[in-house]
């Protein structure tokens, strides 16, 4: 008999996906990824999330699983949470939400009951969905109010508090997938306590800038914050809910007070939404935490930041209308009314130029949410990949000379090619196995 590890071995490789997959690598590679939302993780990242960790069942906490021959995935979340307390600096860190909307939704269910009001930042003004969208268990289980920016792009404080006032909300959420500026924390807190809100950062987009020190912390803040793992902190998919508060509550009912925060957000992700952590997204978890602790990630926060400025710079003098003028983190959105084209059109022509970016619907949209006025881009991935201002001069000039081409497929294909030679220069983290 041969053993089962040979056995594995030659089992013969499923040659469509493996083929898919490098196609997928030299997609990336080839061409920039400029999607805010993306970025391109370590080796080292990779082969924590490739690992036979994601064999392994283990349900509860480390400590208190529902499973025998937990003892190593134990440390590996142990070690995962500790990295998480330690960089963000607060008592409790949950690293079990498979990504970032259960993320959110164990957090609504840890702070309020269905029927409650909710208040976040509408879907077309740059929140996300389970901020109150009204398709989604945000805006289908609670009473979502929503509320927007003011006619500059900018969160406007005042009307926030006004809405709060009028709608009670128990819940009281900020965040953002397309808000180029800085929150004022403080702000947002007050308004929450004012009418006695709890209060959920979602900081998924910017926390790589957080950490980095390039954005203020809602830590410490807020009650509760919500960050994906896989934007700008650059590690796998996957979300982490962060806390002050007790953990050692013990097992009865708790009451929803700050102290028992990490109590009712643990029971919310099990047994409340989840069953089995992903053992594997935890490990990887942990290294890009690791990871976001070095010094050098202070430097790549800050060089997103100086990126996204110049390219911001170079656009505004091509005349392109960025919404609120310009940027502090790692996104640009614009609005390309006045260039003749709507997102899509934009959207279609920078990606057959070898560029990846999104349609997206910018502040007060004439058009349709399916088809919007504008797009936003950012800096994160190429970044990673070492890319810094003079790159962003030249990839400023292609974005423009794409748009300005949108419907010369010559053109769009021989900047592809400038594109392809640029991307030869910066190969992406994991050029060895994966690339
Ligand atoms: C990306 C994002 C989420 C959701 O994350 P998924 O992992 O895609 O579910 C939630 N909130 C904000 C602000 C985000 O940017």
């Not at 041969?2 to 990336?28: A, C, F, G």
């Not at 607060?90 to 269905?114: E, F, I, K, R, T």
């Not at 009712?264 to 990871?291: F, S, W």
Request: hydrophobic share 35%.
């Amino acid at each position: 008999m041969e053993s089962p590890e040979l056995q594995l071995k030659q089992m013969k490789r499923d040659d469509i996906i493996d083929q898919l997959i490098v196609e997928e690598v030299r997609r990336q590679s080839e061409g920039l990824e400029m999607i805010p939302s993306e970025n391109h993780t370590s080796q080292n990242v990779l082969d924590a999330l490739g690992s036979r960790l994601t064999d392994k069942y283990s349900e509860g906490y480390p400590g208190m699983r529902y499973y025998g021959g937990c003892e190593v995935v134990d440390k590996v979340e142990n070690i995962a949470r500790d990295r998480a307390k330690k960089l963000f600096g607060c008592d409790h860190a949950n690293v079990q939400p498979y990504s970032g909307s259960p993320g959110n939704m164990a957090a609504y269910y840890a702070l309020v009951d269905p029927g409650d009001t909710v208040m976040g930042l509408h879907l077309f003004f740059g929140g996300h969905m389970t901020h109150g969208l009204k398709v989604n268990f945000s805006g289908t289980y609670y009473r979502s109010v929503q509320y927007k920016t003011g006619q500059d792009g900018y969160l406007d404080y005042d009307a926030i508090q006004q809405m709060a006032t009028e709608e009670k909300p128990r819940l009281l959420v900020a965040g953002a997938t397309a808000y180029p500026r800085i929150y004022d924390w403080k702000r947002l807190r007050e308004i929450a306590d004012s009418v006695g809100a709890w209060f959920l950062a979602d900081t998924s987009h910017i926390t790589g800038l957080i950490v980095g020190g390039e954005h203020p912390s809602p830590i410490g803040i807020a009650d509760v914050v919500m960050t994906t793992t896989h934007k700008t902190l650059r590690g796998p998919r996957g979300a982490i809910l962060l806390c002050n508060g007790n953990p050692s509550t013990p097992l009865k009912k708790v009451e929803r007070t700050k102290e028992n925060l990490p109590t009712l957000l643990d029971r919310a992700i099990i047994p409340g939404l989840q069953g089995g952590p992903h053992n594997h997204q935890t490990a990887a978890i942990a290294v890009a935490l690791r990871e976001a602790s070095q010094p050098e990630f202070k430097i790549y926060a800050r060089q997103i930041v100086k990126n996204a400025k110049k390219l911001a710079e170079k656009l505004l003098k091509k005349d392109y209308n960025l919404v609120t003028g310009g940027t502090d983190n790692h996104l640009l959105l614009i609005d390309l009314t006045n260039k003749g084209v709507i997102g899509a059109e934009a959207e279609t022509a920078l990606g057959k130029a070898g560029i990846t970016v999104n349609k997206n619907a910018v502040p007060f949209d004439p058009r349709s949410p399916f088809s919007p006025s504008g797009i936003r881009l950012g800096t994160p991935a190429l970044t990673t990949r070492g890319m810094k201002e003079r790159e962003m001069e030249q990839i400023a000039e292609w974005i423009d000379q794409a748009i300005s081409n949108h419907s010369n497929d010559k053109k769009l294909a021989q900047i592809k090619a400038e594109v392809k030679e640029l991307s030869s220069k910066f190969p992406l983290p994991s050029n060895q196995k994966n690339g």
